[in-house]
């Protein structure tokens, strides 16, 4: 069970002045249970590669495979069925008068009884954490951080296998971002495969199990954060860095001289530096 891209290219408005090959050619397999992020710079194709995973668009040449079944015109809806997306601000897409209704609303085309639509209503907000005092508000009523969690709860209610996300954080406070990739990593811990694209390389090194970077419309990199990042070079020569803690290891490792692991994770950062404190490598 994956996510199987080979050879995917996009063209936008082809044959027109304004053409554009937007995808080049990309080859990349996401397993089901992953927690997958995508960088690149802007413009370097990412949105155009995750809007092929659920047929928001098709490919000019190449394929995309869920789950052995190629994603084509003819069977979109059961491919979303499987893939969910959630935009970026997807708040901007709640329109109903209360909140109940808002993550409801995806279930309206398929032939549910009542207590069936309210037991799945029910079990994806405790899911992502909403509390069932907040169902008859108004959407408007709510924090930035609530809003964002009703809509992905919206698509959660349709229980996809994959979850697509846009930079999903983006536009929240320190606080609401920590809360948004921790619910993203519970609901991978939970069984969902969490597909990413993110700017920020820190929570991309928080929480991300795998990571593939696109530029100029191909995978420049792909492997876990700790080879991706230990590329920091070849990173930057892409608009790119590491993240901070990974970046102060290696510049630290740069001018002591003492070779280290690249250290990604903030907690493993601060184990290293206990012991190179203790062995007396290291001093405040
Ligand atoms: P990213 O998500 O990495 O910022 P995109 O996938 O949005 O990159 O864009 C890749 C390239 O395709 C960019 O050059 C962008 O200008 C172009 N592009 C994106 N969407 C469209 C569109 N609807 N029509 C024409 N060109 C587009």
């Known amino acids: 069970m994956s996510i199987v891209v080979k050879n995917l290219k996009h063209i936008y408005m082809p044959k027109t002045p304004f053409e554009k090959e937007a995808l080049k050619g990309i080859n990349l397999e996401i397993e089901k249970g992953d927690f997958a992020a995508i960088i690149g710079k802007t413009g370097s194709g990412k949105s155009t590669l995750i809007q092929h995973f659920n047929g928001l668009l098709l490919p000019t040449e190449g394929e995309v495979n869920i789950d052995g079944v190629a994603v084509t015109k003819k069977n979109l809806s059961d491919i979303r069925k499987k893939v969910g997306f959630v935009f970026q601000y997807p708040e901007h897409q709640l329109f109903e008068d209360t909140v109940f209704k808002d993550i409801a609303f995806g279930l309206k085309r398929f032939k549910l009884s009542e207590e069936e639509v309210k037991e799945k209503v029910y079990s994806a907000a405790k899911l992502v954490g909403l509390d ?3 169902f008859e508000r108004s959407v408007f009523e709510l924090s930035g951080g609530e809003k964002r969690r009703v809509a992905i709860c919206g698509v959660l209610v349709l229980a996809p296998s994959y979850l697509l996300l846009d930079e999903p954080a983006s536009g929240l406070d320190a606080n609401g971002r920590r809360e948004m990739l921790s619910l993203l990593n519970k609901l991978n811990n939970s069984g969902v ?10 929570d991309v090194a928080e929480y991300a199990k795998r990571v593939t970077v696109i530029n100029d419309g191909l995978v420049a990199l792909d492997g876990t954060p700790e080879e991706v990042f230990s590329k920091r070079d070849l990173l930057r020569s892409m608009d790119l860095d590491v993240p901070e803690v990974t970046g102060m290891f290696m510049d630290f490792s740069e001018k002591s001289g003492i070779p280290l692991p690249t250290v990604v994770k ?3 950062g601060r184990d290293l530096l206990i012991k190179l404190i203790s062995e007396g490598r290291f001093s405040l």
């Open 132 to 134: 069932e005092s907040l």
């Open 193 to 202: 495969t969490v597909i990413l694209v993110s700017h920020s390389m820190d």
């Open 266 to 268: 903030k907690e493993q």
